[in-house]
């Protein structure tokens, strides 16, 4: 039987003001990275990869691209330097244009988009938000899953405004980090529970 293919791809914002809680993240990630892994044993049927870029106006940082999951690696303060602005739509299109060059020939994949970020776009050069849109709405219809996890703005209608519906807010401080990740982790199992089952996957990401 035909393995089903699942892609992980994680946007993490890396500004400067990710630096009040790069600590929270970096150990909120790396919980994420564990239950990633073990998502491959719990649903032996399906095959997954994992791609993670982080970003600022300096760089997008391309920490995995396409590995199999047991090639995940945890990051620490030494990979993850919060600094300067948020470029959140080139991340995006960045991210999602570079893993949809590979995945568009791969007709049994479904992907998971993860973007985290505690600000408002601010340093874009090269995608609008109505090319992230318009980009978003096209893949929503090739078995793409988009959501948006934020804080310190209006996340709802940042997400709405991309045409992502599924949105986590969490609070800025150790509890709100941690009860987000925790969130974050009961849904990414809940929807690899409607892969295995062949359900529709672009809503409801976050309803239990």
Excluded: C
Excluded at 125 to 149: A, C, H, M, P, V
Aim: charged content about 30%; overall charge negative; proline content about 2%.
């Amino acid at each position: 039987m035909e393995k089903q293919i699942v892609h992980n791809l994680i946007i993490l914002d890396e500004s400067g003001s990710m630096e009040s809680i790069k600590a929270q993240i970096i150990s909120g990630f790396n919980e994420t990275v564990q239950s990633i892994k073990g998502s491959q044993k719990k649903f032996p049927e399906q095959e997954h990869f994992i791609s993670v870029v982080s970003f600022n106006d300096l760089d997008n940082k391309l920490l995995h691209f396409i590995d199999p999951v047991e090639k995940l690696n945890e990051i620490d303060a030494e990979k993850y330097q919060p600094n300067a602005a948020t470029p959140l739509f080139d991340a995006i299109g960045f991210a999602v244009t570079k893993l949809h060059q590979v995945v568009k020939n791969q007709p049994n994949s479904n992907v998971l988009v993860t973007i985290m970020t505690d600000g408002e776009e601010n340093a874009s050069r090269e995608y609008s938000g109505k090319q992230i849109k318009e980009l978003i709405e096209k893949l929503k219809d090739e078995k793409w899953t988009f959501t948006y996890i934020g804080t310190d703005h209006d996340v709802d209608k940042i997400a709405l405004n991309l045409s992502i519906s599924n949105t986590l807010i969490f609070e800025k401080n150790e509890s709100g980090i941690k009860d987000m990740f925790e969130k974050e982790r009961k849904s990414r199992d809940m929807y690899y529970s409607k892969v295995r089952r062949n359900e529709d996957t672009k809503d409801n990401f976050f309803e239990e």
